[in-house]
Structure formats: C-alpha cells, structure tokens
C-alpha cells in the first residue's frame, strides 16, 4: 500500500471542499444574484458522484481497499475534510464580507410570505418568524455555519455508506466475472 486511507482522503478533501463551497457560495450570493440558488439543485445532484469518483479512485488503486469498511471511512473523512474547508470560507465571507446576511435573507423571506398569492394561509409562520426577527433569533454567523457543518458531515457519512456498498458490490461482481 502506497497510501493510507486518511491520505487518499485528505487529498480529496480539497476538491471536495472547493465544491461544498461553490454550494455554499449559490446560498450567500443568493440575494445579490436571484438566479444562484437554481444551480444548488444540479450541484446537490452532482456531490454522490464526485464523492463516488474519489472514493473508486482510491479502490483502484489500492485493491485491498476495496471493501465496504476502508471505501466508508474514506468517504467519511473526505467530507469531514472537505466541510473544514467549506465552513472556513464560508465563516469567513459571514464574518468579514457580509455579517448582516442572514438576517437581510429572512427578512426577504418573510416579505416574500407576505406577498405572495397564498399570504393569508402562511399568516402564523409570517407571524413566527417575524417575533424571530424582532426578538433578535436569527443565528448568528457560527451557529449557522456549524449547524452547517454538522447536517454535512452527517449526510456526508450516510452518504458515503451507500456509495461504499455499490462501489464494493460491484467491484465483488466484476472480480467474480473475470474469474469465471
């Protein structure tokens, strides 16, 4: 083995994190540029398959890496990895470049409540968030940045288990074929 896992993951950190970051960017741009938060759909859709392509990368090359348990924890620290670099940028855009961002975001959101076709069915949640607003609620630049952080790991992780099991399913099916 040339590498350890951790290697291969960390390696893969930084693309990964370069695209979390390029989805975190559609979200905190998305009150300068409307059209921004469309392109999170695509990307959303497009992570397993990076994640699945960093993943196989390291199973081929190194073979005995190609089980369930090696292919899951390389998956799990790639996105622990890559949600560090993430949440650094993106703390650092809500800190330094941007700070009253999500407040500016849910006040846009309860004026888009309020005037929308189906206003009066939303009048309690318009009501809620804004005593959320008034009552100063709205997380701060860290708590949202680690709630971030955590719900991406988390997802991160599962993700990674399902990945780990077709990538290992089809690399036993494809050994048990050129065997036969």
Sequence with gaps: MSKSVYKYAAEAGLPVGLYL????A????????PFLPTLLLPLAIGFPFLLAWHMRRMGRSEPSYMRVSALWLCGIYTVIFGTLICCLLSALYLVAVDP??????????LATIESGPAASQYADTAELIRKALDSKMVPTPTEFVSTM???TCFSGSVLSLVIAMILSATSRRASAGMWR
């Design 149 to 151: 952080g955590w719900l």
């Design 26 to 33: 559609c979200f905190l741009l998305s009150l300068e540029a």
């Design 100 to 109: 009253g961002f999500l407040g500016r975001y849910v006040s846009e959101a």
């Design 21 to 24: 970051s390029l989805m975190s």
